[in-house]
């Protein structure tokens, strides 16, 4: 049986020598594309890090899988030129042109914006002084890479003859029922996106939050992340926190203490200033606390007592519960030396046996 027939016949319009010189040109493209990315490997690459400036390493990185994709496109559309489609293939091929090129291209936008964004913006988190840029950088490069490939998406569709208007138009709409169920959600983003421009507190601060605190651990865009000073992590959601009332405690550069003691109503007003001043000058004696912010005051008549309010600041922030301890632990001692009586408050129970 003779082959001319099979080589003479058309299938979609065109014969199989057609189709045969077609691949063969996509596969020369495709080597094209290979021999090209192991050039950059093997030789750009290194001129361009023998230079200074980084956009031309950034532009190489970026370039270098696409082109790969490139040739093979490439040569899809030179082999193209050798065909005689018909209908569905003429369709079917100016297709596996335009979306490989819109994926190629795609793709090299987000491997130059995450390069940029490593490269400079990362950087210039890391030489600021705040942490919460550097929680930004990477929230940008998401939401960047995500923004590229939406209008990537949205072009193939109109390239294969979607209604890309009533594409939006559904999304659109698709979008607000989406906001309506997720509108806490949304605020929590909302808040998120508050504390990242307001920057109240930066990751390693010691904050109290409405009553809860603990040290930032990790800002997110929903929920932001302290542990406790009994070692707990609390997850609050950024809506919360958004709208209440934020102390920053790291901020202060020192922390004030305020302790209340009792002394009996039989007290004398001699007895009341030796202690007042017994008590501000042990605590002050006390190392890490301040001694020019350091003052006690009888400060009112209690239901059981008369109360002395001892106010004092500790400058060793790191080491506070240690630093209070240890001025509870020197008053009391000081007055027992000095025979100073101290009351029970109202409600103290008595543990032990006896009367």
């Known amino acids: 049986m003779s082959i001319e027939p099979i080589f003479s016949e058309t299938h979609f319009g065109s014969s199989v020598p057609q189709y045969l010189l077609f691949f063969a040109i996509v596969g020369l493209g495709a ?34 899988r696409p082109v790969v994709l490139l040739g093979v496109i490439g040569g ?32 090299i936008a987000v491997r130059l914006t995450d390069g940029f964004i490593e490269t400079y913006a990362a950087a210039y988190a890391d030489r600021t002084e705040s942490k919460l840029d550097d929680e930004l950088v990477p929230i940008v490069g998401r939401i960047t890479n995500v923004a590229i490939v939406t209008t990537a998406a949205i072009v193939v569709l109109d390239s294969v003859g979607y209604d890309v208007t009533a594409v939006i138009a559904s999304l659109g709409i698709g979008g607000v029922a989406v906001a309506f169920a997720s509108r806490k959600t949304m605020a929590d983003v909302f808040g998120g996106a508050h504390i990242l421009a307001t920057k109240p507190f930066v990751v390693g ?43 920053n405690l790291t901020s ?9 003691i009792g002394l009996p ?5 001699t007895e009341m200033a030796a202690a007042l001043d017994l008590a501000a000058e042990t605590a002050a004696g006390v190392e890490g606390v301040d001694p020019e912010r350091t003052d006690a005051w009888f400060w009112d008549y209690g239901d059981a007592s008369l109360r002395i309010r001892l106010e004092y600041h500790i400058e060793t922030l790191d080491q506070w519960k240690a630093v209070r301890d240890r001025v ?22 008595r543990l032990g046996g006896g009367s």
């Not at 594309?33 to 030789?43: A, F, P, Q």
């Not at 202060?252 to 209340?260: A, D, G, N, Y």
């Open 31 to 64: 080597v094209i594309g290979r021999s090209l990315s192991y050039l950059y490997r093997r030789r750009l690459k290194k001129r361009a890090a023998a230079t200074q400036t980084r956009i031309d390493d950034i532009l190489l990185e970026s370039v270098g």
């Open 76 to 107: 899809v559309a030179l082999g193209r030129e050798v065909l005689t489609p018909v209908e569905p293939l003429r369709s079917a091929l100016n297709a596996s042109i335009r979306i490989p090129i819109i994926v190629a291209l795609a793709w």
């Open 205 to 247: 601060d010691t904050v109290d939050i409405d009553g809860t605190a603990g040290t930032v651990e990790e800002v997110g865009l929903r929920t932001t992340r302290l542990r406790d000073f009994d070692g707990r992590v609390v997850t609050l959601p950024n809506a919360a926190i958004a709208g209440t009332e934020i102390t």
């Open 252 to 260: 202060e550069p020192t922390r004030r203490v305020k302790t209340f």
């Open 265 to 269: 109503y039989a007290t004398t007003p």
């Open 328 to 349: 509870n632990r020197d008053v009391q001692a000081a007055f027992d030396d000095a025979g100073v009586e101290m009351t029970a408050p109202i409600g103290r129970v």
